[in-house]
């Protein structure tokens, strides 16, 4: 028996047989039925050829109007002359009561099913009057409906998509406007401050240490990260989110990565006091990977720890050689936590936690990471409880020389 078929082939090159069409909905009930229908009809003779299609009226409600259904489950046998209905709680048994005139039908094609007696001996079962047959004009026409019928509720789902992804790349692009003046304004303002140091014989020039322009650089090199994130993500996410990343990898040293992302971050932990406790063994290996898009993952990840935990908190990153195949990548922070039904949402494209309405972003960052982190045959998860912070992991594979 064949089951879940696409249902617009239903009724093409029937010929002098007959298809069974069996409609459930998503109640436990539906999973039984389905067993005990397909188990009968596989004793029953000359049953081999006999496909037997599963339609979910909650998938493809248009179906159940066409067949003018008024309950579930319902099966419907369908042949070139006529179809049948056959409703109920005993649907195993009434197709016992069928079955005969049914394959009668196939072998003598002249004969219609009113004109044919009770061949099978078999007494009516006690619902057979719940049994309703309807004339088909032609099995063309059925067909015709079914596909396009088909293709009116695939093109309504390819509306609502669409029209979901304008509405949320319009609220993307007005909030980009806005947010991207921060960073723009600040690197600015530090880029002129700079300036200042190397006017000709001015007196402000006089006041600058190297420990203040090296503090004015960093925090230009910061600002121009978090514009390049931003950028990245809004591409991304203009793609929508079947787009593909591209990765171009190579022998990767992902501890000394780790280190120098870190290294960028000096700024921000010293303006919250946080301390970064690594775990970076020494011996471990290279992964195979794109070093742009590891990039974007480990700050993505490491600026999220930073921003979610408390001021005087620890962070913690960690390496562990977890497989002959993989190096997995560990970051912690001392944040709220995700509660535990959130923690497959938060890597869905736009998704946002409440408490995160008011924080900059727009929710984009974990799927992006998500995306990059597949690109390379990866896994990216998060522990976490509510309280007692979070820890993301993600895993690269290890490089074979």
């Known amino acids: 028996m064949q089951a879940h078929t696409p249902v617009s082939t239903v009724l093409t090159q029937i010929g002098e047989s007959f298809k069974l069409l069996l409609f459930i909905d998503k109640r436990p009930i539906s999973t039984e039925q389905i067993r005990l229908i397909r188990q009968q009809i596989k004793a029953l003779p000359e049953s081999e050829g006999i496909s037997l299609d599963i339609v979910d009226v909650s998938n493809q409600p248009y179906l159940a109007e066409h067949f003018k259904l008024v309950a579930t489950p319902a099966l419907i046998k369908v042949s070139a002359k006529a179809h049948q209905i056959l409703t109920g709680s005993d649907i195993a048994s009434q197709v016992v009561y069928w079955w005969p005139r049914w394959i009668g039908e196939c072998q003598t094609p002249q004969k219609s099913s009113a004109a044919l007696g009770n061949t099978s001996g078999i007494n009516p079962p006690k619902d057979s009057g719940k049994v309703s047959t309807l004339a088909v004009d032609a099995v063309a026409q059925s067909t015709e409906i079914l596909r396009l019928s088909d293709e009116i509720f695939k093109l309504k789902q390819d509306q609502e998509s669409l029209q979901a992804q304008v509405a949320f790349k319009d609220r993307i692009i007005a909030m980009m406007a806005h947010d991207l003046r921060n ?7 530090a880029l002129e401050t700079l300036e200042l140091a190397y006017e000709p014989d001015s007196a402000t020039a006089k006041k600058f240490t190297p420990k203040l322009t090296a503090h004015l650089v960093k925090m230009t090199k910061a600002q121009i990260r978090t514009i390049n994130s931003m950028i990245t993500e809004i591409l ?3 793609k929508g989110p079947s787009a593909e990343i591209q990765v171009s990898p190579q022998p990767l040293d992902v501890r000394s990565l780790c280190y120098t992302i870190m290294d960028s971050f000096q700024s921000k932990l010293e303006q919250k006091k946080q301390t970064i406790d690594t775990d970076m063994p020494l011996d471990l290996p290279a992964v195979y990977a794109d070093p742009d898009q590891v990039q974007r993952v480990l700050t993505n ?4 720890a930073i921003k979610y935990t408390p001021a005087n908190g620890q962070i913690g990153i960690i390496g562990l050689h977890r497989t002959t195949e993989k190096v997995q990548i560990s970051i912690r922070d ?19 936690l409440k408490r995160d309405q008011a924080e900059d972003g727009y929710g984009l960052g ?6 990059i982190v597949r690109a390379h045959y990866g896994q990216i998860w998060v522990d976490s409880k509510r309280g007692e912070g979070s820890c993301f992991h993600f895993t690269l594979p290890v490089y074979r020389g």
């Open 334 to 352: 001392t944040g709220p936590g995700i509660p535990k039904d959130k923690q497959k949402s938060i890597f869905e494209e736009s998704f946002r």
């Open 183 to 189: 960073p723009l304004t600040a690197a600015s303002i």
């Open 301 to 304: 990840l490491i600026d999220n």
């Open 236 to 238: 991304q996410a203009a």
């Open 366 to 371: 974990l799927a992006l990471c998500q995306q």
